[in-house]
């Protein structure tokens, strides 16, 4: 009987830590919501193409997968992928800014 108990206990905590665990990694929509000047003058435009290098079509970012996004920031920043824009950006943004990105635009 107190040993079931001790048992619930410990499962209830390990939920709380598990969860806990996972609001901390993930983005944040919030405080993504104050750096997106840095983003909207391109992304925020359907149909936007860039003048610069060359007239470029800016892919909508509204409604892709958070991981698909961190994963792309990512590739501008480390050289795997490369945009001139996009790869000079990426640099200047840290992984949680990166994160925050993506929790905001997987959700809008
Ligand atoms: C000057 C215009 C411009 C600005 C500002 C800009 N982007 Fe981009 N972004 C682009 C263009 C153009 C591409 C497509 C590049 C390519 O094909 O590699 C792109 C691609 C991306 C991609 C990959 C999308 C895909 O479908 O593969 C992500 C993610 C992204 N941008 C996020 C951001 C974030 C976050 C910000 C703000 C910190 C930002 N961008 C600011 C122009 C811009």
Known sequence: MKQKLVINLLLALGMLFAFTGVTQAAGDAVAAKEKLSMCEGCHGIPNYKTAFPTAYHVPKLGGQHAEY????????????????????????????????????????
Do not use: W
């Open 69 to 108: 996004i961190v994963k792309a920031l990512e590739g501008y920043k480390n050289g795997t992928r490369s945009h001139p824009t996009m790869t000079g950006l990426a640099k200047t943004l840290s992984q949680q800014d990166m994160e925050d990105f993506a929790a905001y635009y997987s959700k809008n």
